[in-house]
């Protein structure tokens, strides 16, 4: 599991550190209120795709190549095309590489929902156009995310919306079904089984199923299923030896739901989305529910 770094440092065989911190660049909006999703979390989601990525235009090397594995911000790096191809100084792309998540399936049929939704893509930041050359380009990294390497991804930048939030208020532990899409949570932006507020999380909503950037979700889960989460004892949701039972065996469906959090939709594609996690009243796994507000 790849652990999210706020800093970036290259170890160098002396034992020193070439370390770049993650800041956003200088023509960055202010930071909103807080609580809301600042340049790093909207630049930082990464994305799920239904089509591919071009993979025409690539970070192929840099300077001090001759020691330096991977690049970040503060660092120039080069690219493999150039004026043939249109760059000018100045031209600011995105960097990206495509990921796949190394722990295996955390509930039944998570990697077949993934591979529904298309190819994740981690962002791993920008980069701006200092010198071009016919067939190459020199860029300077102006922001990192995580690392970047030989062979990543180079794509035109976009600027992302930063959506609006909602005004702070009482969480709605006991919201009724809204009655719109229901999806699920089926990974995270690190790969991780649990997430809280404050985390990147991609779902299986997505603008086929009316979702757009700025949407609201809710996240709940219903007693009684046995495949996803950690291992469960049957029935647990009535009875478990020697800790007391019901007089009455219940299903999960019988159960009132158990609302987890909400979040906002920070990008979407035909079949994902990538939300912020807003708020949690608990952990919320991969597995878990989600419905559109």
């Keep these: 599991m790849r652990a999210k770094i706020a800093a970036l440092c290259l170890i160098l065989g002396s034992g ?10 200088e023509n960055a909006p202010a930071a909103g209120p807080a609580g809301q999703p600042g340049y790093t ?5 990464g994305f799920v795709k239904d089509t591919k990525v071009p993979e025409d235009a690539q970070l192929v090397s840099g300077e001090q190549i001759g020691y330096k594995v991977i690049f970040a911000q503060g660092e120039r790096v080069y690219l493999n095309q150039g ?3 249109g760059v000018r100084v100045g031209d600011r792309f995105l960097v990206v590489r495509p990921t796949k998540d190394p722990n295996g399936e955390w509930f039944r049929g998570q990697t077949k929902l993934t591979r529904a939704m298309g190819t994740v893509y981690e962002d791993l930041g920008q980069v701006k156009v200092v010198s071009v050359e016919p067939k190459a380009s020199v860029a300077d990294v102006t922001f990192s995310c995580d690392y970047m390497q030989r062979g990543d991804l180079v794509r035109p930048f976009e600027e992302r919306p930063v959506p609006p939030f909602k005004e702070a208020g009482t969480f709605d532990h006991f919201a009724p079904v809204s ?3 229901v999806g699920m949570l089926v990974n995270t932006v690190d790969f991780q089984q649990s997430e809280g507020q404050g985390s990147t999380v991609y779902i299986n909503l997505g603008a086929a199923q009316g979702v757009k950037v700025g949407d609201y979700v809710r996240f709940f889960r219903y007693q009684g299923k046995r495949d996803e989460y950690a291992p469960q004892t049957k029935g647990y949701q009535t009875e478990l030896y020697g800790f007391g039972s019901s007089h009455t065996r219940y299903q999960g469906k019988d159960l009132p739901r158990e609302v987890l959090g909400e979040g906002i939709v920070l990008n979407a594609s035909r079949n994902g ?4 996690i807003t708020f949690s009243s608990s952990d919320i796994y991969t597995g878990d529910t989600v419905e559109i507000e």
């Design 41 to 45: 979390k909207v630049y930082c989601s």
């Design 179 to 181: 009655t719109k899409p």
């Design 273 to 276: 989305s990538a939300v912020l």
């Design 83 to 85: 004026s043939d191809k």
């Design 16 to 25: 020193s550190a070439v370390c770049s911190a993650q800041t956003a660049p």
